[in-house]
């Protein structure tokens, strides 16, 4: 490699064993939650979701469907908040409770639309559970029922979360550090 060239790393933010510690915890609470329901709809948005909503449903001791959404936003040429469906639900909603599963809400224009979506689509309830919020990129207001960790507004990768498609399967979060000198990536 060039002397100079820098192609950037990966710090790690969380930990996988805190990873799995709060899935834990955010599956007791939903289980609590969920005790009574027969209903319930587990939708993962894809594909950032995989990982969280995977690890999250091992948990899980209460009966529960999966599906899930992809979504894109569009091009540069069309205002924040436009959001496209690229693959829709295939179970039917109505009269179900919903648990929207998200690796990271940061603005929360696509998530607003999806929850929209699902209550226009008459869910019995709708909830969401994120496992990272944002909350210093939010535009609009999401409200987050189960939420994995707070996080200031940085660029993490790992654990479904990626750049340009890469580092989705790291066990771990981290911050992309894009100007750091290419090293180990696990510090």
């Not at 929207?100 to 607003?112: H, K, Q, R, S, Y």
């Not at 990129?137 to 409200?143: K, L, S």
């Amino acid at each position: 490699m060039p002397e100079g060239k820098r192609n950037g790393h990966v710090r790690t933010l969380i930990p996988h064993d805190e990873l799995q510690r709060r899935i834990t915890e955010l599956a007791v609470e939903i289980d609590r939650d969920y005790a009574a329901s027969d209903r319930l709809i587990a939708v993962g948005v894809l594909k950032g979701s995989v990982f969280f909503l995977v690890d999250l449903l091992k948990h899980l001791t209460v009966p529960v469907e999966i599906d899930f959404f992809q979504t894109s936003s569009y091009g540069n040429s069309t205002s924040p908040g436009e959001v496209r469906i690229k693959k829709d639900i295939d179970i039917s909603v109505r009269g179900k409770d919903v648990l929207l599963i998200e690796d990271i809400v940061d603005t929360g224009f696509t998530l607003a639309t999806i929850l929209d979506l699902l209550r226009f689509r008459k869910a019995r309830s709708v909830r969401l559970c994120a496992l990272l919020d944002k909350s210093g990129a939010r535009e609009i207001d999401v409200p987050i029922d189960y939420r994995g960790f707070e996080i200031e507004n940085l660029f993490v990768v790992g654990y479904g979360l990626d750049f340009n498609e890469k580092f989705r399967n790291l066990p771990y979060i981290g911050v992309w550090e894009p100007d750091a000198p290419l090293g180990d990536e696990s510090k």
